[in-house]
């Protein structure tokens, strides 16, 4: 490539100054003249289908269509870059965390379902989430092994719900430089004080809103998200799927109808299903995009002509300011 400046600094040394370059990708400006930023889960189909620098995964078992509406819709647009051979499996981690899904191998394909479980519309486009259980089970349903509860549950630490979650991002706004977004939960920490999550790398994020809305999610679902648990299931569940909404009543535990999503399934060796759960809370697995104040600094914008100037002005300075009194001034000024 070649890169042309017609007004350009050169100063008085002899380095050239490093510069960066931004470069428009493919799926660009898809949602509008004001979205420079792509559908990730578009660019992510590309990616794991290509046969010569992706996964070569057959186009037909890529179902990633709920994914681009969710995302689409929810404004979690970004621009991803691939500088370095990584493990697919790695970028499709990666680019869940950031967007809010999860990866199901269903059958014979690979579906990207969202975690999103509230109607939203962005961009254009509707995205309507599946919120109805599929199964509603108690003690009729699940299988006893010997003196072992069928339904085990176990409660996050409290040291695990993290109320602060920062993301690491490059803001377009501010010349691509490295900027933090934050999310807080003001009303936990005033009862249990702060509670910081790592920061979160995502240089694939190149706008403010975005990574604010990515932080906040992350942080919904670490506060909200608080009780995980273990089912035995018969092999007639054979059909239910991770990401699946289901019911459990115990009343042991108290459980009435309690809503939960399954995040894994094992199959033991007798066919007994392990299913594994999470709390479900209706409603905290999608953030309220709200507007965020640009962190934009000051740089010098060398590409502007430095135009035509007023006839110099040559003078002899007086010798009182000199220091040899034989001095020369020059005044200019621009038209």
């Given at each position: 490539?070649?890169?042309?400046?017609?007004?350009?600094?050169?100063?008085?040394?002899?380095?050239?100054?490093?510069?960066?370059?931004?470069?428009?990708?493919?799926?660009a400006y898809?949602?509008?003249?004001?979205?420079?930023?792509?559908?990730?889960?578009?660019?992510?189909?590309?990616?794991?289908?290509?046969?010569?620098?992706?996964?070569?995964?057959?186009?037909?078992?890529?179902?990633?269509?709920?994914?681009?509406?969710?995302?689409?819709?929810?404004?979690?647009?970004?621009?991803?870059?691939?500088?370095?051979?990584?493990?697919?499996?790695?970028?499709?981690?990666?680019?869940?965390?950031?967007?809010?899904?999860?990866?199901?191998?269903?059958?014979?394909?690979?579906?990207?379902?969202?975690?999103?479980?509230?109607?939203?519309?962005?961009?254009?486009?509707?995205?309507?989430?599946?919120?109805?259980?599929?199964?509603?089970?108690?003690?009729?349903?699940?299988?006893?092994?010997?003196?072992?509860?069928?339904?085990?549950?176990?409660?996050?630490?409290?040291?695990?719900?993290?109320?602060?979650?920062?993301?690491?991002?490059?803001?377009?706004?501010?010349?691509?430089?490295?900027?933090?977004?934050?999310?807080?939960?003001?009303?936990?920490?005033?009862?249990?004080?702060?509670?910081?999550?790592?920061?979160?790398?995502?240089?694939?994020?190149?706008?403010?809103?975005?990574?604010?809305?990515?932080?906040?999610?992350?942080?919904?679902?670490?506060?909200?998200?608080?009780?995980?648990?273990?089912?035995?299931?018969?092999?007639?569940?054979?059909?239910?799927?991770?990401?699946?909404?289901?019911?459990?009543?115990?009343?042991?535990?108290?459980?009435?109808?309690?809503?939960?999503?399954?995040?894994?399934?094992?199959?033991?060796?007798?066919?007994?299903?392990?299913?594994?759960?999470?709390?479900?809370?209706?409603?905290?697995?999608?953030?309220?995009?709200?507007?965020?104040?640009?962190?934009?600094g000051y740089?010098h914008d060398?590409?502007?002509?430095?135009?035509?100037?007023?006839?110099?002005?040559?003078?002899?300075?007086?010798?009182?300011?000199?220091?040899?009194?034989?001095?020369?001034?020059?005044?200019?000024?621009?038209?």
């Open positions: 490539a070649y890169v042309h400046g017609q007004d350009y600094q050169l100063g008085s040394g002899a380095q050239v100054e490093n510069h960066s370059f931004e470069v428009q990708g493919a799926g898809r949602y509008g003249s004001g979205q420079p930023d792509c559908n990730p889960w578009e660019f992510a189909a590309g990616v794991m289908s290509n046969g010569r620098y992706g996964a070569r995964m057959p186009a037909d078992t890529i179902d990633s269509e709920a994914a681009i509406a969710y995302v689409a819709a929810a404004g979690l647009l970004m621009s991803p870059l691939l500088t370095e051979q990584v493990r697919a499996g790695d970028f499709i981690a990666e680019l869940c965390r950031f967007t809010n899904c999860a990866p199901v191998w269903s059958f014979d394909r690979l579906r990207i379902v969202p975690y999103g479980d509230t109607t939203i519309t962005g961009n254009s486009v509707t995205y309507t989430p599946n919120v109805t259980p599929l199964y509603d089970l108690d003690d009729d349903h699940w299988l006893q092994e010997g003196a072992d509860d069928p339904l085990t549950w176990q409660i996050k630490e409290p040291s695990d719900r993290y109320n602060h979650v920062r993301v690491e991002f490059c803001d377009r706004a501010n010349y691509y430089n490295k900027t933090i977004a934050e999310a807080k939960d003001d009303a936990d920490i005033a009862v249990n004080g702060q509670r910081s999550m790592d920061t979160i790398n995502a240089p694939w994020i190149c706008d403010a809103a975005v990574a604010a809305q990515v932080a906040r999610i992350i942080q919904q679902r670490s506060l909200n998200i608080t009780g995980t648990g273990t089912i035995k299931l018969p092999w007639a569940y054979c059909l239910l799927e991770c990401m699946d909404l289901i019911t459990i009543t115990d009343p042991g535990l108290g459980f009435d109808h309690l809503p939960v999503r399954i995040t894994s399934i094992g199959e033991d060796e007798d066919g007994t299903l392990s299913v594994e759960v999470e709390d479900w809370p209706l409603g905290s697995a999608q953030a309220t995009r709200y507007p965020n104040q640009v962190a934009a740089l060398y590409n502007v002509s430095p135009g035509s100037v007023q006839p110099p002005v040559i003078f002899e300075l007086p010798g009182a300011l000199t220091q040899n009194g034989l001095e020369i001034g020059v005044a200019a000024t621009g038209l």
